[in-house]
Structures are given as C-alpha cells and as structure tokens.
C-alpha cells in the first residue's frame, strides 16, 4: 500500500479563534500546517491533477474553516480534518497544525499551537 503526503504549510491567516471573548473580538495572526495521506499512483501515471489532491482546494478548505471564529482550536483542527476527508476521497489520513501567534499569556511566547492526527474510519482495503 502506498503512502504518499501531500502537504501545506505555513498557512497564514488573521482570525478570530479563543476562548476569551476579547480574543474573538480582536483576533490574532495564526499558522496552519495540513498533510493529506493519499496516493500518488493515478498522478505518477498520469500527469493529470485529478489524481492526485489539488492544493488550491485544499487552501480554500482550510481558509473557510478559518473564517469561523471559534473559541478552541482544537475545534477547528477537528473541522479542517472532517472537511478534508468529506473533499478529498483518496485521502486515508490527516495531519493539522494550528498555531496561535503571541497568545494571551504574561510570558513571552511566540506561539501556542495544537497537532491533531485523524486516520479515515471504514477505510476500504
């Protein structure tokens, strides 16, 4: 079986993601790293991007969820994950990073960050 990863990282985006109502309010810069467990094989033989996880989508999805202020960022790793698997039928695994820039702690900290990691469920062999 094959285990290909296509990835984006460093997403970057102004959002309105915490749990404090002022950190919705004013938002914050965050980063976001998303890796898809596919295959390439289709595209390897090819040469043709439907066999393989078109990237701009993938940015568009990610930028949607983005745009939802939300008050943990656990939940929005959770809905990138589910909207990757619902996009993307050849995806068996995903991997999102989301990172807060300067959260709101008195210490100098350059970012907090969570890493959730989702294998598809009922995948067929």
Same mark, same amino acid.
Request: aromatic letters at 8%.
């Given at each position: 079986?094959?285990?290909?990863?296509?990835?984006?990282?460093?997403?970057?985006?102004?959002?309105?993601?915490?749990?404090?109502? $002022?950190?919705?309010? /004013?938002?914050?810069?965050? +980063?976001?790293?998303?890796?898809?467990?596919?295959? #390439?094989? &289709?595209?390897?033989?090819?040469?043709?991007?439907?066999?393989?996880?078109?990237?701009?989508?993938?940015?568009?999805?990610?930028?949607?969820?983005? $745009?939802?202020?939300? /008050?943990?960022?656990?939940? +929005?790793?959770?809905?990138?994950?589910?909207?990757? #698997?619902? &996009?993307?039928?050849?995806?068996?695994?995903?991997?999102?990073?989301?990172?807060?820039?300067?959260?709101?702690?008195?210490?100098?900290?350059?970012?907090?960050?969570?890493?959730?990691?989702?294998?598809?469920?009922?995948?067929?062999?």
């Amino acid at each position: 079986m094959n285990k290909d990863i296509v990835a984006l990282e460093g997403m970057e985006f102004y959002a309105f993601h915490g749990f404090y109502e $002022e950190e919705r309010e /004013k938002g914050n810069d965050f +980063v976001v790293d998303v890796s898809l467990t596919t295959t #390439f094989q &289709k595209a390897a033989d090819t040469d043709e991007l439907s066999g393989t996880v078109d990237y701009v989508q993938l940015h568009e999805l990610v930028k949607a969820e983005m $745009e939802i202020p939300t /008050k943990l960022l656990e939940r +929005v790793a959770a809905r990138i994950i589910e909207k990757c #698997f619902e &996009k993307f039928d050849t995806v068996s695994g995903v991997k999102v990073s989301v990172a807060k820039k300067n959260p709101p702690i008195d210490a100098p900290i350059r970012q907090s960050k969570i890493t959730m990691v989702r294998e598809r469920e009922n995948q067929a062999s």
